[in-house]
């Protein structure tokens, strides 16, 4: 039996929510999946602020992503999805 899937709240925030911090709860889900040799990890595209729209914040969340995409990608990570 192995793990497909390693789901996580990644993503589940506000927009304008501090960043840092998210990014590291996305550093150990990525650790986790690896550890479970997992191919996939369940990612969220952000909420818009209070009232707001989060195609306003388009850019950030694109700029968020790439920076996932770094991690994920690095020397010691493996380079499939």
Sequence with gaps: MGVISVGSPIGKVKINEPWDKHFDRFKIA??????FSS???RVFSYYPPEGGDI???RDEVIRRFREKVKIR????????P
């Excluded at 990525?30 to 550890?35: G, K, M, P, R, S």
């Design 73 to 80: 990608q690095g020397p010691s990570r493996r380079a499939d």
């Design 30 to 35: 990525v650790d986790a999946a690896e550890y």
């Design 55 to 57: 195609r306003q914040h």
């Design 39 to 41: 191919p996939f990890l």
